[in-house]
Nanobody, 124 residues
Framework: QVQLVESGGGLVQVGGSLRLSCAAS????????MGWFRQAPGKERDFVAV????????YYADSVKGRFIISRDNAKNTVYLQMSSLKPEDTALYYC?????????????????WGQGTQVTVSS
């Protein structure tokens, strides 16, 4: 069993920055791939970014490429999402998720554990 707790969300103006954190417990953190997803009201949960077990491979949705950076610290059991140049369309509930399989996945269906989410609101 893995427990994930997100933090760092909030209200920010257009062009601003936020750093989300996701603390994991319950299993060896370095054994799973970590992803960030987001869901706006009335919409599906969308892939944002993923990082492999070692942190050496990262992949992003086109909508955030060049603005967001995913990273992980296996010694601290934490994954981060640094968000900059925020836009109103980035407003959503952001979730981190853990995937115990070998591959790097972008579909939420591939992930085994989820946090409760942290709200990000970008005001114009």
């Amino acid at each position: 069993q893995v427990q994930l707790v997100e933090s760092g969300g909030g209200l920010v103006q257009v062009g601003g920055s936020l750093r989300l954190s996701c603390a994991a417990s319950g299993r060896t953190f370095s054994s799973y791939v970590m992803g960030w997803f987001r869901q706006a009201p009335g919409k599906e949960r969308d892939f944002v970014a993923v990082v492999n077990r070692s942190g050496g491979f990262r992949y992003y949705a086109d909508s955030v490429k060049g603005r967001f950076i995913i990273s992980r610290d296996n010694a601290k059991n934490t994954v981060y999402l640094q968000m900059s140049s925020l836009k109103p369309e980035d407003t959503a509930l952001y979730y981190c998720a853990a995937d115990l399989s070998v591959g790097v996945a972008t579909s939420p269906m591939e992930y085994d554990y989820w946090g409760q989410g942290t709200q990000v609101t970008v005001s114009s």
